[in-house]
């Protein structure tokens, strides 16, 4: 059943909601734009994110920060060699009083849980979170337990080539939609950041510009965003030409085309268009592919990154070009009456 476009009320709340987001994150962390952009697209496609970079450029802070600006429940993780899965998902506890066993739940319980250092635990205790990120529930004891809803997890990970890490399994990378770098920020934006630092926590002045509810409705508004056949022919014709690289041992999953999907459909929503443009798909394929694909032998030896390879594989595919005209079609004969945004 086709679902009618989002109303030009519904747009301009996606649109208002987070640009008050961007403002609450920019007074802790500036020069972002970019990394924010594609951090609101994951939470408004009701995705992962993983945020990769060396240690102190901020990316706890920003998951802290954008974990603040929704009212919502928040779990805190931080993840340590020691770390058991039970710690992560929760466990059973045996009461004597009544000879019944009583389930503790986890931090992974919440709608935003802020996984910190990911890969410092164990592979089995990163496991834990594999059915919780794909199918939004908790397995103990032969119990199912559905997780609250929106749920959204944001992991902070080092560079592999960093003391005690752990390498992330590819089956866990993939269930994240997008990976971020924060790197250093400019000498601009580093001045800011210590006359905002100096004698004050930011974080501490940050308060909620929304709640769950908002952010679930909003959600649903950006699953409405129509996209015409050409843009859905892009995303494959990508996605399937990092299946036939040469250079790349890992392509980019099925999954991973449903996720650059709905993402491409979050940022057409911030921008308050009800159609998706190919623009929306050059401007978080990188992000959501790359940490994807895995180059093999000679292209690592050759110093050829999963990005770089991408960016040529982006560069020669082509671009459709007819998809601009397309959701004026689609309105016309679905009847919904909704006018398109121009572009």
């Not at 919440?110 to 990120?133: C, F, G, W």
């Amino acid at each position: 059943m086709t679902q009618p476009l989002p109303t030009e009320a519904e747009l301009a709340e996606v649109a208002h909601v987070t640009s008050q987001i961007r403002q609450s994150i920019t007074t802790v962390l500036s020069g972002l734009d970019q990394v924010i952009t594609a951090a609101l697209a994951v939470v408004l496609a009701e995705g992962h994110l993983l945020m990769e970079d060396v240690p102190g450029v901020g990316k706890t802070t920003l998951a802290r920060a954008l974990a603040a600006s929704i009212d919502c429940t928040v779990g805190r993780l931080q993840f340590t060699p020691d770390l058991l899965p039970s710690d992560v998902t929760g466990v059973s506890i045996y009461r004597s009083d009544d000879h019944r066993f009583e389930f503790r739940p986890g931090p992974v319980f919440a709608n935003v849980v802020i996984a910190d250092e990911i890969n410092r635990a164990s592979p089995k205790t990163q496991s834990a979170l594999l059915e919780s990120m794909q199918e939004r529930a908790v397995t103990v004891d032969g119990h199912t337990r559905p997780l609250p809803r929106p749920f959204i997890v944001v992991a902070t990970q080092n560079p592999i080539e960093m003391e005690g890490t752990y390498p992330l399994p590819e089956a866990q990378r993939d269930r994240f939609m997008a990976q971020v770098s924060v790197g250093y920020p400019s000498a601009a934006d580093e001045m800011t950041m210590l006359d905002n630092h100096d004698g004050a926590d930011p974080l501490s002045a940050v308060r909620p510009v929304c709640d769950g509810d908002t952010m679930e409705r909003l959600i649903r508004t950006a699953q409405r965003i129509y996209a015409a056949p050409a843009i859905k022919q892009y995303i494959v014709d990508l996605v399937s030409a990092t299946r036939r690289e040469s250079s790349l041992r890992l392509g980019a999953s099925p999954r991973a085309a449903l996720q650059l999907l709905a993402a491409a459909k979050a940022r057409a929503a911030m921008s308050g268009r009800n159609h998706v443009l190919p623009d929306d798909i050059k401007a978080l394929v990188q992000p959501v592919l790359a940490h994807r694909l895995i180059p093999n032998t000679e292209a690592r030896l050759a110093g050829h990154s999963a990005s770089k390879i991408l960016g040529e594989i982006l560069a020669r595919t082509t671009v459709p070009t007819e998809a601009r005209d397309l959701p004026k079609k689609r309105e016309a004969a679905v009847n919904v009456g909704v006018r398109v945004t121009s572009v």
